[in-house]
Every structure is written in C-alpha cells, then in structure tokens.
C-alpha cells in the first residue's frame, strides 16, 4: 500500500561538502527525513525498476532511517534495494556495490568521522551510478526541491529483517540483504599482494588498526586477521557502537592519540593505522613518524606500482587545493597529469570516469583510487602494506627517502572549530577585500607574492566552481588558505591551511609547528584570526 503524505518544505536540507550533515534531534523533526529522501528522488530521471543501493555507518538512527529510506524507495518505483546487513555499509564499500551491481544509485547514511548518538551527527547523502558522490548540479537540484516539496511517498509493508542475508520483498521491490564486507574484501584481493603482505605478518610484523568502535571495524577483522594472517588483537576497537564508545571516530592525532602515543614510544609496533566513522578517511603512523596525509599521498603515489592492481602508469594524481604540493612532485617525476579540485571527493569522480587520474587524495586524511568513487580508508592502509612488504624497510625510512628525492612540504591544518558564523564570515570577507593590497606586503620575512580565491574548471565537463578557498601565497612557494568548513553541524568551522617547501634534507623531520612558526604567525597577521573569532589558540592541529 503506498501512501502520499502531504508535508511542507525545510529551509536547511542544503547539502554541504559531503551530503545533508545535521544534529540527530533536527532529523528526528516529522517528515525530515521523509522530505529529503523524496527531494533527492524527486531530482532523479529514469531509476523506475532499477536498484538502489543503502546502507550507512552503524550510527545512532541508521536503522530508522534505512527503514524509511527502503519503504520509499518502493513506494518511489525502484525495482530493487541491496541494503547492507544490519544497515550496515562503510562508505568505500557502498561505492563498491554500486558499482559491481550496476546500482542507479545509493544512499549512505553516515556523518563520518563526527561523532555519534541521540544528540550528535547523523547524514544523508546520495551517490550516483558511478559510485561517488552526487555532483553539484544534483546536490543543487535536491536543496531546490527541498524548498519546494509538498508530498512524499511511502509504501506500508510490515516489518524488514535486515539481519538475514538473502532477497525478500517490499511490495513490487526486492530487497537484498548482503554481507557488507564480502564484496570489499574481493575487491581489495584483486589491488594488492594479500601474499606477501601475509608472509610479511608472518615474519613477525606488528600492526594496530584502531576501528574507533566504527564501521571498519568487521572489515579490518575479516582482511587483516582472517585473510591476511595478522595477530588476533591487531584490529582494535572492532565493534561498531552507535555513540563510536562516546568518541569522535577521527583518526587524526586529537582523536587517535593512544596509537599516535604507542607508535612514538619504545617497543611500538612496525605501523600504526585508523579509520573513521564511515570508514573513507586513514590514518597512518609508523613506528615513530606520523605521516601526514598529504605526504602519504604522495608515497602511495610514488610507490603504487609495487602493488599488482597498479602496475599500470598511474593515470594522472589529483588532491584537493588545500593538499600539500607533495604529490605535484611525483606527478612531475613520472610525467602524468596532476589536477587541483576544490575540497571534497565529489570533484574527483569525473577524472577518474574519464581515465585523467588513477589516485585522488585529500589533506584530510583521504585517500583514494579509481577503484571506487570515494575516499578509502582501509585501501590506504593496505596499500601501504604492500609496499612495507615489497620495500622491507620502515615507514620511517620510506618516508625519510621520500623527502630526500622529492623535498619536504611542511604541512599543518589549524581548525577553529564553533565559531559564531557571522564572526568567520567577517574574516574572509575582509580578507577577500584585501586582494587587491596584499601582494607586495611584507609580514616578517615574508613577501605576499599573490591572493585569491581559488576557482575550479572541471576539465571534463566544463563546469566552474567558484568560492573554494581563499589563498595567500608567499615569494618561495609557501602559502596559507583560509576555508570555512562544509560539514560542520554548529556555527562555523575556519580551517587555516600552512605549507611550506623545504628542499634541504638537513632541514628534514621537524617539529611542522615550529618549522611554519613564521607562517602561522603570518596567518594571524593577515586575517585577523584572534580579532574576528576571539579565539588565541586552534581547536584542532592536524
Ligand atoms: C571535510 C574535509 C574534506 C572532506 C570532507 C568529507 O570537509 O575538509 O576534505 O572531503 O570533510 O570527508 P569540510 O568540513 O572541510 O568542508
Ligand atoms: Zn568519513
């Protein structure tokens, strides 16, 4: 029995960097959910008959939401739904299924590495044919319908048991629970030598994998221990808990600093890894040496053809604009296309379809290939495996050779998290007026050599994305972007973005804080951090 419910428009159902991203409280308002699930359908031609894919991270109200999302999806035409077990999909691994089963499309649940429970995150977000994220002009339709929708459609079938594997039915819909790890785990043993990363576990090397009681959790347990031969225990924190065990399911150093502390001190294993709520983002430390995303982008890029699935010549690298220059290096070295996006993985999907890039990253802990359509947190973390089995040598010393070819990019994120958002507004918009004045100015030893705001041509379709970041950049390369975050649920998030080129080897290895002391210095000069936000210290480094 399908239902038509009449209901009135949201104001905030605007999807940001990643999908709709709110508190629990504000989607558990009536016909929340119910109105933008219909506003995305309502955005899409031609999915009658044909499969949807659902799944999302584990968090508090995945299930209802899932519920509700497979009861419209009947009532909306789809032929069918594949729904992880449990409701359960980690992000890389939706992409995965949408693209194996030819799926029209997907949703996933999951506000990422944001925390979780009745009074924190939760997201929707949709993902296309392809795999990835719904590009602008889809997200741009939805918020446009969202503002106008005055019915939904819901079809009345009894309970779901999400919990059995197998197809049963919804109406004129199929349903298919499947494994959610089963596919992913197939597809991770077509990219890299599961041999002799297994002989190299063998040979007595010791991981930690922290899961952040998220979503990766079952797939670590089922790829390091079961099929790779890991030690039990070297997956840790596998259970995924609705709350993340009341964490921030973030693998950086605020939120992962156990391992970062186990890594640096005596006795640590050979390489620490983490992963985050929805399983996208990595983490990666080596025995004393944390590696920052952007340089790990670039290992990975240099080294990928160590790993059977890319002994190919890589197509071409992309990162996002606030990503280090470090893997423009590598790009150059190996004479392959490098591409600048806006941040977030929606901007990569067209490079990898048309065959411009093979490995995508981001300084934000994501990394990626052409694999699937998102950012994968396990993917990384196996395909640094592979080359500490191929290499056999330490993280460390990898990492450490890598600078001495290549230079070093001195890398910081400084995140100022709950600022008022008119506060943060005022900042760039007094910095944008400064444009004009600020090359040629000292600050310090420092010469603004340019200022803008970054702007992206999609080479592939043609489109332009504009307000992507404010960049300052200093004579020598060095440079500050200032950006306000599109995924935050409170008030406004500023990200200051500090880079600086060091060629010299002697200079190698230091403290990043102090070895950019002068830039972020500059960066306070320039935009007036402290006087907007009132702010004297960053919420976050990274
Ligand atoms: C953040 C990251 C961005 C990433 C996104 C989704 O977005 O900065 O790189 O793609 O999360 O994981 P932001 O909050 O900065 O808009
Ligand atoms: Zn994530």
Same mark, same amino acid.
Request: proline share 5%; with cysteine; hydrophobic share 40%.
């Given at each position: 029995?399908?239902?038509?419910?009449?209901?009135?428009?949201?104001?905030?159902?605007?999807? *940001?960097?990643?999908?709709?991203?709110?508190?629990?409280?504000?989607?558990?308002?009536?016909?929340?959910?119910?109105?933008?699930?219909?506003?995305?359908?309502?955005?899409?031609?031609?999915?009658?008959?044909?499969?949807?894919?659902?799944? *999302?991270?584990?968090?508090?109200?995945?299930?209802?939401?899932? +519920?509700?999302?497979?009861?419209?999806?009947?009532?909306?035409?789809?032929?069918?739904?594949?729904?992880?077990?449990?409701?359960?999909?980690?992000?890389?691994?939706?992409?995965?299924?949408?693209?194996?089963?030819?799926?029209?499309?997907?949703?996933?649940?999951?506000?990422?590495?944001?925390?979780? +429970?009745?009074?924190?995150?939760?997201?929707?977000?949709?993902?296309?044919?392809?795999?990835?994220?719904?590009?602008?002009?889809?997200?741009?339709?939805?918020?446009?319908?969202?503002?106008?929708?005055?019915?939904?459609?819901?079809?009345?079938?009894?309970?779901?048991?999400?919990?059995?594997?197998?197809?049963?039915?919804?109406?004129?819909?199929?349903?298919?629970?499947?494994?959610?790890?089963?596919?992913?785990?197939?597809?991770?043993?077509?990219?890299?030598?599961?041999?002799?990363?297994?002989?190299?576990?063998?040979?007595?090397?010791?991981?930690?994998?922290?899961?952040?009681?998220?979503?990766? *959790?079952?797939?670590?347990?089922?790829?390091?221990?079961?099929?790779?031969?890991?030690?039990?225990?070297?997956?840790?924190?596998?259970?995924?808990?609705?709350?993340?065990?009341?964490?921030?399911?973030?693998?950086?150093?605020?939120?992962?600093?156990?391992?970062?502390?186990?890594?640096?001190?005596? *006795?640590?294993?050979?390489?620490?890894?983490?992963?985050?709520?929805?399983?996208?983002?990595?983490?990666?430390?080596?025995?004393?040496?944390?590696?920052?995303? $952007?340089? $790990?982008?670039?290992?990975?890029?240099?080294?990928?053809?160590?790993?059977?699935?890319?002994?190919?010549?890589?197509?071409?690298?992309?990162?996002?604009?606030?990503?280090?220059?470090?893997?423009?290096?590598?790009?150059?070295?190996?004479?392959?296309?490098?591409?600048?996006?806006?941040?977030?993985?929606?901007?990569?999907?067209?490079?990898?379809?048309?065959?411009?890039?093979?490995?995508?990253?981001?300084?934000?802990?994501?990394?990626?290939?052409?694999?699937?359509?998102?950012?994968?947190?396990?993917?990384?973390?196996?395909?640094?495996?592979?080359?500490?089995?191929?290499?056999?040598?330490?993280?460390?010393?990898?990492?450490?050779?890598?600078?001495?070819?290549?230079?070093?990019?001195?890398? $910081?994120?400084?995140?100022?998290?709950?600022?008022?958002?008119?506060?943060?507004?005022?900042?760039?918009?007094?910095?944008?007026?400064?444009?004009?004045?600020?090359?040629?100015?000292?600050?310090?030893?420092?010469?603004?050599?340019?200022?803008?705001?970054?702007?992206?041509?999609?080479?592939?379709?043609?489109?332009?994305?504009?307000?992507?970041?404010?960049?300052?950049?200093?004579?020598?390369?060095?440079?500050?972007?200032?950006?306000?975050?599109?995924?935050?649920?409170?008030?406004?998030?500023?990200?200051?973005?500090?880079?600086?080129?060091?060629?010299?080897?002697?200079?190698?290895?230091?403290?990043?804080?102090?070895?950019?002391?002068?830039?972020?210095?500059?960066?306070?000069?320039?935009?007036?951090?402290?006087?907007?936000?009132?702010?004297?210290?960053?919420?976050?480094?990274?």
């Amino acid at each position: 029995m399908i239902r038509t419910v009449q209901t009135t428009p949201f104001d905030d159902q605007k999807p *940001g960097t990643s999908g709709l991203r709110k508190k629990v409280p504000v989607f558990q308002q009536p016909n929340y959910v119910e109105n933008f699930i219909q506003s995305v359908f309502d955005s899409l031609d031609g999915y009658r008959g044909k499969t949807l894919a659902i799944g *999302g991270d584990g968090r508090f109200l995945n299930r209802e939401v899932i +519920g509700i999302a497979i009861r419209m999806a009947a009532a909306n035409g789809f032929g069918k739904v594949i729904v992880g077990k449990g409701g359960i999909l980690s992000t890389p691994a939706a992409s995965n299924i949408i693209r194996k089963y030819g799926c029209f499309g997907g949703i996933i649940l999951s506000a990422s590495h944001n925390p979780g +429970g009745p009074h924190e995150d939760f997201g929707i977000k949709y993902n296309i044919g392809n795999g990835g994220p719904a590009p602008e002009k889809i997200t741009d339709a939805i918020f446009a319908r969202s503002k106008a929708i005055r019915e939904y459609r819901i079809a009345d079938i009894g309970p779901l048991d999400l919990d059995r594997i197998g197809t049963t039915r919804a109406g004129d819909m199929a349903v298919e629970v499947i494994d959610p790890v089963t596919d992913y785990a197939a597809l991770m043993e077509t990219l890299f030598d599961f041999e002799a990363i297994r002989a190299m576990f063998k040979g007595g090397f010791r991981m930690a994998f922290d899961a952040m009681h998220a979503v990766t *959790g079952p797939y670590a347990k089922e790829i390091l221990e079961n099929r790779l031969g890991a030690p039990a225990g070297t997956a840790r924190n596998f259970v995924p808990r609705e709350d993340f065990g009341g964490h921030h399911p973030d693998p950086n150093l605020v939120h992962a600093r156990e391992l970062y502390d186990e890594m640096m001190a005596p *006795g640590a294993p050979d390489f620490g890894a983490a992963s985050d709520g929805d399983g996208d983002r990595n983490l990666i430390i080596g025995r004393g040496i944390f590696v920052t995303p $952007s340089d $790990s982008l670039a290992v990975l890029a240099a080294n990928a053809h160590l790993a059977p699935g890319y002994r190919a010549e890589l197509k071409g690298i992309a990162r996002s604009m606030p990503t280090s220059a470090a893997a423009d290096r590598v790009a150059a070295k190996l004479k392959i296309g490098m591409y600048e996006t806006p941040t977030g993985w929606k901007f990569f999907g067209n490079l990898l379809d048309a065959g411009m890039a093979t490995i995508c990253g981001e300084e934000s802990a994501g990394t990626g290939s052409d694999h699937v359509r998102e950012k994968d947190g396990l993917w990384a973390v196996l395909l640094w495996l592979n080359i500490l089995a191929v290499r056999k040598e330490s993280a460390k010393d990898i990492v450490t050779k890598h600078w001495a070819e290549f230079g070093q990019n001195y890398y $910081s994120r400084h995140d100022y998290e709950a600022v008022e958002t008119d506060k943060a507004n005022a900042l760039i918009d007094e910095l944008r007026g400064r444009f004009a004045t600020l090359p040629g100015q000292k600050i310090g030893a420092l010469t603004v050599a340019a200022a803008d705001e970054f702007a992206y041509h999609d080479p592939v379709d043609g489109s332009v994305s504009k307000n992507q970041g404010t960049r300052v950049l200093f004579e020598g390369g060095s440079r500050v972007v200032f950006r306000l975050s599109g995924t935050g649920t409170s008030g406004a998030t500023l990200r200051v973005y500090i880079e600086k080129y060091e060629p010299d080897p002697a200079q190698h290895g230091r403290d990043p804080q102090a070895a950019l002391a002068e830039l972020i210095a500059a960066a306070d000069a320039i935009a007036g951090i402290r006087r907007h936000t009132g702010r004297d210290a960053p919420t976050v480094i990274t």
